[in-house]
């Protein structure tokens, strides 16, 4: 079997798992694990008090998703100058003519 056959098929399974939580998950709202647990931890210790307040609480839920979204696209960009850094160094260790 060709890699681009390999491929392809590997692209149509992640699109049928993404149709699949879609019409799954119809109508659900996302959470996040820190809300999960505020809900625990109110059930459990109701007089808990939280030890820190946060210093600035953004404006909405869109701007707190963004921030996110930079946070994590900011931390996949040196992640991945660093292996392409690592990979550049062993390539020119193996071929000493190569830039």
């Known amino acids: 079997m060709s890699i681009i056959k390999k491929n392809v098929i590997l692209l149509f399974m992640i699109l ?7 019409v799954v998950n119809q ?4 959470g996040g694990a820190d809300g ?5 931890i109110a ?3 109701p007089d808990y008090t939280p030890w820190f307040q946060p210093l600035w609480e953004p404006p909405s839920g869109e701007i707190e998703s963004l921030l996110f979204s930079v946070q994590a696209s900011v931390g996949v960009g040196f992640i991945c100058y660093y292996l392409g850094y690592r990979a550049c160094l062993r390539r020119k260790e193996r071929e000493p003519k190569c830039d």
């Open 36 to 40: 999960e647990a505020e809900s625990v």
């Open 43 to 45: 059930e459990t210790s």
């Open 27 to 30: 109508g659900a709202e996302f």
């Open 16 to 22: 049928a798992l993404l149709v699949y939580a879609l």
